[in-house]
């Protein structure tokens, strides 16, 4: 009996053994642990002289078939600019003579609405004169004394004559002396002077002439200009021969008037724009504010007046270097 029973017991355990085979291998490819992915297709990797197809060749299904040869594509840099051309004229013809190089520092900067708006604000307070005033009723002449009785007349009641309610008495609350000017930190106001010539530069609208930039007159005129043109005629002369050569030229009111900074010199272009304003005006560099450059149609100047106004409006370009209070000059970036 003994023997027999462990005969059963060794068939059902060979039995059980058996079933957990076969449930084992039906539920492999269906059963993975949490951490690690379920892979039901075995990955072929391919050969290196397998027939593949490219990622572009996928975007492309008309050219299926691979490229044997590589194809050299060029590549494309992007170099920084530092220098723009800027191109010298002779005047009056504004004939091109040469061509000379800029940094992009002083005529090709972005534009900068804010900059100019402090700039110009900033030069219109300082143009203010502020000498409005006006006398309070402690500044009238006169005496101090109560005009009539407080009572017993039957008329309103008043103090002195210096009342501001009597005529010519003082003012109340007046206008009295004071300075209207701002202030503006100088390299800001320094980058909005280039900042308009650069937005001159890029519209084409700046013109830049060989030094001398004079008018040139018949010589006829020069000879009989003092002695015989009385009464206005040298002015009426003078405002007939600028206005032809402005529209020889194409500018003045045609352009939106025209805008001249010459030198010291050029005596006779600036006596010849006093004539015709609505055409323009001939400034001095230091008669001439960032609100000029950008009120009028175009800017002719002379190039020595153009390297001048940077070296004067470039303090952020410039380092200044002190060590113990004691300068090292001033060093260019």
Known sequence: MASKRVGCLAEAMASLRLAAQVQLLIGKPFVRSMATE????????????????SILQSWNPG????????VDRPRLTCRQVSTVPLTIHSFPSLEPVSLEQWS??????????????????FEGDSTRQGTASSKTRFDVHGSHRKIRPQKGSGRARLGTKQSPVLRGGGKTFGPHPR??????????????????????????ELLVCEDGMELAVPTDFDMVADKYLKDGLRESYLQKYMEAVLRT???????????????????????????????????????VDIKDLLETG?????????????????????????????SLGEGKP
């Open 179 to 204: 300075d209207f000017s701002s202030r503006l930190n100088r390299k800001v106001y320094d980058k909005a002077w280039r900042t308009a010539l650069s937005y001159r530069y890029r519209r084409g």
């Open 249 to 287: 030229l194409g500018l003045g009111r045609a352009g939106g008037r025209t805008l001249f900074v010459t030198g010291d010199g050029s005596h006779r272009l600036r006596d010849a724009m006093q004539q015709v304003p609505w055409d323009g005006r001939a400034l001095n560099l230091e008669d």
């Open 104 to 121: 992009v520092q002083h005529l090709h900067l972005p534009m900068r609405r804010d900059l100019l708006h402090h700039a110009v604000v």
């Open 38 to 53: 379920a892979h039901t297709r075995e990955t072929v990797r391919p050969g290196p002289g397998s027939d593949t197809q």
């Open 63 to 70: 050219n299926s078939e691979p490229s044997r040869f590589p």
């Open 298 to 326: 175009k800017v002719i100047l002379e190039r020595s007046t153009l390297r001048e106004m940077m070296e004067r409006h470039q303090s952020d370009l410039v380092n200044r270097v002190c060590v113990g209070g004691v």
